[in-house]
């Protein structure tokens, strides 16, 4: 058994030297711009939980929907802080190794388009909620998920965003009936 652990092992492709080495002279930056996002995310969920009056009806310790998000947050602020101190630290050890800030370059290598055609078809599905029926609307949203963003061909990436639908929106309309829950435009 350890002969094909080993076997797997030497199979699986590694990085090429000069790339690890690129991707290790940059962690320190990506870590303390990661955490100070992370750490601006945990400071907008703790201060939207708090928005809830204390003295509210709906304000019971344990019973609060407002008291997951506020320990949540403290809990994604605190390893924030964590992931923030370790970076600032092997930023200050490694100056000397770390390449400068190259934006342009640097977000077409992360996928930035990706991230804005994903951003801009979450805010086309937020424009539209509440004008479109919620099933339809979540159907579209899907397939166009799944069509744009596929891994393989567009016969095995539409057949797998249509399963998809299909099993979201069922348990949607599930959720629905069984809960009360009425969803915009349904």
Do not use: C, H
């Not at 991707?23 to 992370?38: M, N, Q, S, T, Y």
């Not at 979450?122 to 609307?137: E, Q």
């Amino acid at each position: 058994m350890s002969n094909e652990i080993m076997k797997e092992e030497e199979a699986t492709p590694s990085l090429p030297p000069e790339l690890t080495d690129e991707i290790i002279a940059r962690k320190p930056r990506r870590e303390v711009i990661g955490a100070l996002g992370l750490l601006a995310v945990a400071i907008v969920f703790g201060v939207e939980s708090f928005k809830t009056p204390f003295k509210d009806t709906l304000w019971e310790f344990y019973t609060s929907p407002t008291i997951f998000p506020l320990f949540m947050a403290i809990l994604l602020g605190a390893t924030s802080i964590v992931v923030l101190a370790r970076g600032v630290k092997e930023w200050r050890d490694q100056k000397d190794s770390i390449e400068p800030i190259r934006l342009i370059e640097s977000m077409k290598r992360w996928g930035m388009g990706r991230f804005l055609g994903g951003a801009g078809i979450i805010a086309t599905f937020l424009f539209f909620l509440g004008k479109v029926n919620f099933y339809l609307l979540s159907v579209i949203m899907i397939n166009i998920f799944g069509l744009v963003f596929r891994l393989g061909t567009p016969k095995k990436a539409l057949k797998a965003s249509l399963i998809t639908s299909a099993v979201v929106t069922i348990f949607l309309f599930i959720i629905s009936r069984v809960f009360g829950i009425v969803f915009p435009g349904a």
